[in-house]
């Protein structure tokens, strides 16, 4: 069974097709970071009008480079939600119009299910059940996935999202955008012991806050600045490390805590942040200490696209009748999902 995977949830285009027992056949990715750039972050009405212009023509490319047709595909997946509506509806009506005309199912998937499943991908996949850490710029939340639409939320952000305080304390560097990974890229020189920065909540349940944490950075910043404003570059790279050791130092706590709470022995690290190489290295050594296997997408499968939605929709395929129609739901609460059986 062939399934094209459409991701327009934000700012990235992403199209894939997988096929039963080949798996990914050929994908694309266009980034919209040089469109929002000069925002300094996303933009709803440039991000939807970039979909439009983009979808089409990636979809012609990805199936060539596969040597099929629209004809060859056997089911449409889009991303349904969450997302900006706007953007979930370039990619939908396109989806259903195209699985209309096509006379096959059109798969509408939950973004953050298709996150989940990421690592379902790659060569070595974990087994059901596993806990999942799924950390991006929306979302931080503690899963216990029994399989697939079988979530269980444990622990979650009472306020920002990691990926979010990445963003918000790179703006205060004064890094641009996209700042999450120009400051992680900054940590690298910078001396992670040099600001006794907080820890919020790191030994209280399995929920998580990062506001707090940002704020103290803001105070560190001020604090730090010289008699015109200015901040010394080596003391930019120090705040950067130290932040980001702490929300490192954190997001272990809860997973060490979670993994002791529910016995689960896998670890899935899914989400844009989970390409960041301190965390993995962290993650890998509790894994170490603790006796758990920990399984991380590569980088290319933790920010948003095509290849998890298409699959994704696979995982879903036997779920879905009736004419195909176009869903968007800029909110979507995962543990809303259900077994596709």
């Known amino acids: 069974m062939r399934v094209l995977g459409v991701e327009t949830s934000c700012d990235e285009t992403g199209v894939a097709l997988y096929e039963a027992g080949a798996g990914i056949r050929a994908e694309r990715l266009a980034s919209q970071i040089d469109l929002h750039a000069a925002y300094g972050g996303v933009v709803p009405e440039l991000a939807s009008r970039d979909h439009i212009a983009k979808l089409l023509p990636m979809i012609e490319t990805v199936l060539a480079e596969a040597k099929l047709t629209l004809r060859d595909l056997d089911a449409i997946a889009y991303t349904a939600g969450p997302g900006l509506i706007g953007a979930l509806l370039v990619g939908g009506s396109l989806s259903s119009s195209l699985a209309y005309a096509l006379k096959i199912p059109a798969i509408p998937v939950h973004h953050l299910e298709g996150h989940l499943l990421a690592c379902m991908l790659e060569e070595s996949a974990p ?128 997973c060490r805590r979670a993994l002791e709470t529910t016995g689960l022995t896998r670890l899935v690290i899914a989400g844009g942040v989970g390409a960041n190489r301190a965390l993995r290295a962290s993650l890998s050594e509790l894994g170490r200490l603790v006796g758990a296997r920990v399984y991380y997408p590569r980088p290319a499968l933790c920010t948003d696209n095509g290849a998890m939605i298409a699959y994704a929709g696979w995982c879903r395929r036997a779920a879905v009748t009736g004419a195909p129609r176009i869903v968007a739901k800029p909110r979507w609460p995962l543990d809303e999902l259900t077994p596709p059986e």
């Open 127 to 254: 087994e059901f059940p596993f806990l999942a850490l799924l950390v991006s710029g929306g979302h931080s939340q503690l899963i216990d996935v029994a399989g697939v639409g079988r979530y269980r939320i444990i622990g979650e952000t009472l306020d920002d999202a990691a990926g979010e305080a990445f963003d918000k304390v790179a703006r205060l560097l004064g890094l641009p955008y996209p700042g999450g990974p120009q400051l992680a890229a900054l940590a690298e020189g910078g001396d992670p012991r040099r600001f006794a920065l907080p820890r919020p909540l790191k030994n209280q349940g399995l929920d998580m806050s990062f506001s707090g944490l940002k704020t103290a950075v803001h105070l560190t910043i001020d604090s730090c600045r010289g008699a015109h404003g200015e901040l010394a570059d080596a003391v930019r790279a120090d705040v950067a490390a130290s932040f980001q050791a702490a929300v490192v130092d954190t997001l272990t706590a809860k």
